[in-house]
């Protein structure tokens, strides 16, 4: 697994959005027992700190330190470095594993092995991502061009299993197919805009190759469309959702 943010894991932490507790409700509605979940990827533990209000304990992990010295603390959760694919969790620990915007970055044979170890029969195995953030007017339009002219060529290529909405991911589960649909709505000024792009892995790779960074003149182009009012930011959710098969790997 690639570890792309521990550079800008203070900017990760500020600037990243925030999961509806909606998604939340639905998730912990598909099963009774609350006792155990692991929030595998955790980053600066934006999911985890929500699902510690519903289960006894959340195991939150992911392989950046700095990420994890970010991370929102509970008492009820016990963050530790550990990669996706090997962990030292017990065998049928977990009622629900939740992968927030990094599911696409692992080695997924090896993961859902992991999975079909530490998660109950019948346990619930959550895939969340979000795509391109859109905002209306010219401002969208701007970034819209930013992404696919400016930075595009600099993303991993895991980057397509997002632009996928992650059904090019092996998915060796009893898929629930109704799920219902999720946004993220955030307001943000210009500045935190610019902040969360700024985020992403394409414009560190975008720096790394060319010695200066795009961002500049994208906040550049962007003032000078903004009329300085709040602005209303949407983050689309894409999900797959399934049960623990009991017949192992198919």
């Known amino acids: 697994m690639k570890d792309n943010f521990s550079s800008q894991s203070d900017d990760y932490a500020k600037f990243r959005p925030v999961y509806p507790t909606e998604l939340i409700d639905y998730l912990i509605s598909l099963f009774e027992n609350n006792e ?3 929030d595998c990827g955790t980053g600066n533990g934006q999911l985890a700190v929500k699902l ?16 994890l010295s970010n991370a929102s603390k509970k008492s009820n959760i016990y963050y530790t470095k550990q990669p996706a694919e090997k962990t ?4 049928n620990q977990f009622d629900l ?33 979000y795509g391109l953030v859109q905002v209306e007017g010219q401002i969208g339009q701007i970034i819209k061009d ?25 998915f060796p589960y009893d898929e629930i197919q109704d799920v219902p649909s999720f946004e993220m709505k955030k307001e943000m000024m210009l500045v935190d805009l610019v902040g969360y792009i700024s ?35 949407d983050f689309p959710i894409f999900t797959r959702i399934g049960r623990n098969s009991k017949s192992g790997l198919t």
Not at 52 to 67: C, G, L, N
Not at 88 to 91: A, E, L
Not at 150 to 168: F, G, K, L
Not at 202 to 222: E, R, T, W
């Open 97 to 129: 594993i939740t992968v927030a915007q990094a599911a696409h970055w692992f080695d997924h044979e090896l993961f859902n092995t992991e999975v079909k170890r530490v998660l109950k029969p019948d346990g619930v195995i959550a895939l969340i991502g």
């Open 52 to 67: 510690a209000d519903h289960f006894d304990q959340v195991y939150a992990t992911d392989i950046s330190e700095k990420q």
């Open 146 to 170: 930013f992404y696919w002219n400016v930075t595009h060529p600099y993303w991993d290529p895991e980057r397509d299993h997002i632009e996928a909405a992650y059904q090019s991911i092996p």
């Open 199 to 233: 985020t992403w892995s394409a414009v560190q790779h975008y720096i790394s190759k060319n010695g200066h960074s795009p961002i500049d003149q994208l906040f550049q182009d962007l003032k000078a469309v903004w009329d300085g009012t709040i602005l209303q930011v």
């Open 36 to 38: 155990a979940c692991w």
């Open 88 to 91: 030292s969790f017990s065998d």
